[in-house]
């Protein structure tokens, strides 16, 4: 079993549409909770950080569920610049923060 | 620009070759880690350094691989005798704490 796995879609959605990712991780020790995005060639880019208590930044939300070791990404009113792959991301819970990646959901955001 | 700088951005070599490449974080970041990534898979964790003291690695850094990070400054990644199998996208990542930022990375291609 991968220690985070999502759904790799794609997830094909029309501009202004809502699309949730989920995403669920192995080790319960794990401290801190992200999600990132990433271009097609590039580099992660870190999008949020998730918090137990849930947390919003503009069109995007991020819960977590620690109980069901399960983290989501909401994204309202999709922009065509959202067309990305999301990795979900999970640290190792030890004192090295390293990070564990899940391999990516990807989004195409249509016109 | 003061986010991680990666160099070389690409890398063609013969198998057999020796490749070395090398990681600036961003200044006042005292962890730096090295992650690959091959086509869609996330990154995955290779090493990490706090300071200049190397903490971990991963059972995935055969003994062809060595990374150094002296004076606890930028970083190199040598990779010996490289491997067709040894192509891949070569990220470094660096953090003060939790949240980890990412090079634009070397994409290494084995011939």
Redesign the interface.
């Known amino acids: 079993r991968k220690e985070?796995e999502q759904d790799p879609g794609p997830f094909n959605v029309p501009e202004g549409a809502t699309v949730a990712f989920n995403c669920t991780y192995s080790n319960s020790a794990s401290?801190?909770f992200?999600w990132y995005r990433q271009d097609c060639?590039?580099?992660?880019?870190?999008l949020m950080?998730v918090y137990s208590s849930g947390n919003e930044d503009g069109r995007f939300t991020a819960q977590l569920n620690r109980a069901s070791q399960y983290i989501s990404l909401l994204i309202r009113d999709s922009k065509l610049s959202d067309s990305a792959t999301y990795?979900c991301?999970v640290?190792m819970g030890d004192s090295?923060?390293?990070?564990?990646?899940?391999?990516?959901t990807r989004l195409l955001v249509r016109p | 620009d003061t986010g991680v700088s990666q160099d070389p951005r690409h890398k063609i070599t013969k198998r057999g070759q020796n490749v070395t490449f090398r990681c600036d974080p961003i200044s006042e970041h005292n962890?730096l880690?090295w992650?690959r990534q091959t086509l869609?898979?996330?990154?995955?964790?290779l090493t990490?350094f706090q300071n200049e003291a190397q903490?971990?690695k991963s059972r995935l850094l055969s003994d062809r691989f060595s990374a150094e990070r002296p004076k606890g400054s930028f970083s190199t990644l040598e990779i010996q005798r490289t491997e067709q199998g040894d192509s891949a996208m070569y990220?470094c990542?660096s953090?003060s704490?939790?949240?980890?930022?990412?090079?634009?990375?070397t994409?290494l291609t084995v011939t």
């Open positions: 985070v401290q801190s992200f060639r590039k580099e992660p880019k870190l950080s990795l991301v640290n090295s923060y390293k990070l564990i990646f899940g391999s990516g | 962890r880690y992650y869609g898979q996330g990154p995955e964790f990490y903490l971990e990220l990542a953090s704490q939790y949240e980890q930022y990412f090079g634009p990375g994409r």
